[in-house]
């Protein structure tokens, strides 16, 4: 028993644990994914990216801003491109290196061939730091659609699910 815990002390002390630094109030981040689809002719193809700026209100609050563009390509037609953009609160959880979250946001929609709206909702995801300042992150959002605030209670039950990943980096 004793040899067994010698080498595994000595194991240790060959292989350190690696702690990463995960924010603080004050710090900053952005964050670039994207994704895309095409029908199996590839007569319709999507392409969105999405980025966002975000501050720690506290080691466990961020808000900021979020911008996603999409580009529609269809078989006989132009490209048609239409975007979103919304502030955002997320709450983190925990403190190691994989950390989940919970948030809201709230903003807008527009481009070709989409009426212009507002849109909210809450959103659900992870982020791993990978790197000292550098994570991957996972997000789901729920958003519906709204052109008045008295319309808002009526069309939560009409929103859509919209997913992404991508990289993300603290400064």
């Keep these: 028993m004793n040899k067994l815990i010698k080498s595994s002390l000595l194991v240790a002390a060959l292989f350190p644990a690696v702690a990463l630094a995960i924010p603080v109030t004050g710090d ?46 269809q078989e006989g037609e132009s490209v048609k491109f239409d975007g979103s953009t919304r502030a955002f609160y997320d709450y983190h959880f925990g403190n190691g290196n994989t950390r989940p979250f919970v948030g809201v946001s709230l903003g807008g929609l527009y481009g070709d061939d989409v009426d212009d709206t507002f849109m909210a909702g809450p959103e659900i995801g992870i982020k791993h730091w990978v790197m000292d300042k550098t994570f991957i992150t996972a997000m789901m959002e729920y958003q519906f659609l709204f052109k008045s605030g008295s319309e808002a209670d009526d069309r939560f039950d009409d929103g859509a699910f919209f997913y992404s990943v991508g990289v993300g980096y603290n400064f």
């Design 28 to 73: 900053q981040e952005v964050t670039l994914g994207g994704a895309g689809s095409s029908d199996k002719e590839f007569d319709t193809t999507v392409f969105a990216l999405q980025g966002s700026w975000g501050q720690y209100l506290s080691d466990a609050s961020l808000w900021g801003i979020r911008q996603t563009i999409n580009a529609r390509d």
